[in-house]
């Protein structure tokens, strides 16, 4: 068995890019384990062999049991894993970046931190929504407004579109079968997304929880990132789906929305939309987000190169430069 130090690390290039995967795999009734680097999913009907490397995030539903190698190797790919409930309400994750850079997160933090940056990408974020629209005079009660405002006229306009009796948006926490086809439909499809955003955003190395429309919750900036996509692909495609039939909504949502999220080539569009976000057409950050490089803070915002005493003159180091314990 090698050792930690004879083991190769993993760097960005051996792992596939956010942007190319499989933006979910939703799996229910079956037991979850490892295939040298593919993970199988075993019921009644056989075995099913899936990449692991190729997965954005792995929805667990009911019935599922999953390994601890299995695990592991999802989270040496960088996958993201969701425990879902009963029709893929409840949602729970966790994964690994697959960036080594920590220039995306600092870069959220920064931008977090101070309040008017913090509204600055607030803005963006509503501009990149309704780019018809120009929210820069906006205050935070008036984004709120205006942002309900037309997620109202959406489903106004989609029930006008379908031909479905719209009664309002209504969810019942822990009772999903409470809401009509077309709410169940916006759920399903709703939750999906949360999933889908936070696989990326956990990709990228950001930090789930420093929203900056959404706060105080550990999802907030991925609540944040799938909003982004509400009236344009989650909610028509809500509409579409329970305008077809009552029968099954969830999981007719969740293959709808699979396919139209690798048509329109989402998982790509969400990491462009991070960096525009939180880089702010700062390209010389930009060109760090993928380097596998670790330094060490010093005085006067200065970085200094790490695998080094600096309290000794002279420092021994091996080969690849890292220094001999």
């Known amino acids: 068995m090698a050792t930690v130090s004879q083991r190769l690390a993993l760097t960005p290039r051996h792992l596939t890019r ?3 995967r499989l933006s979910f795999i939703y799996l229910e009734r079956c037991t979850v384990h490892r295939d040298a680097n593919a993970i199988t999913a075993e019921d009644a009907e056989g075995t099913t062999h899936i990449p692991s490397a190729t997965i954005g995030t792995l929805l667990l539903g009911p019935g599922t049991r999953i390994t601890h190698q299995a695990m592991s190797v999802l989270g040496e790919t960088g996958a993201a894993v969701a425990w ?13 970046a697959l960036t080594r850079s920590s220039a995306l997160a600092e870069a959220q933090a920064v931008q977090w931190a101070n309040l008017r940056s913090r509204l600055s990408v607030a803005r963006a974020m509503y501009r ?6 120009d929210p820069a005079g906006l205050t935070r009660k008036g984004l709120l407004g205006c942002e309900g405002s037309r997620v109202k006229e959406c489903y106004r306009a989609e029930a006008a579109r379908t031909g479905i009796r719209w009664r309002g948006r209504k969810y019942t926490p822990g009772d999903f079968a409470a809401g009509d086809a077309v709410n169940q439909a916006i759920t399903a499809a709703a939750q999906c997304m949360y999933g889908v955003a936070h696989a990326v955003v956990a990709s990228l190395g950001c930090s789930p929880a420093l929203g900056f429309v959404h706060s105080g919750h550990e999802l907030s900036f991925v609540l944040d990132i799938a909003d982004l996509y509400k009236t344009e692909i989650g909610i028509p495609l ?6 077809e039939s009552e029968e099954d909504v969830a999981s007719r949502t969740r293959r709808a929305l699979r396919d139209r999220i690798n048509e329109v080539s989402l998982l790509d569009r969400c990491v462009v939309d991070i960096k525009h976000l939180l880089l702010q057409g700062d390209t010389g950050v930009s060109a760090t987000t993928d380097r596998d490089v670790v330094t060490l803070q010093s005085d006067g915002g200065e970085v200094v190169a790490a695998g080094r005493n600096y309290g000794d003159a002279d420092v021994d180091t091996g080969e690849d430069g890292a220094m001999l314990w």
């Open 84 to 96: 879902v409930g009963e029709q893929g309400v409840r949602y729970y994750a966790g994964g690994r």
């Open 238 to 243: 809500a509409f579409d789906v329970a305008a």
């Open 18 to 20: 956010a942007g190319d």
């Open 128 to 133: 990149l929504r309704f780019p018809d629209e």
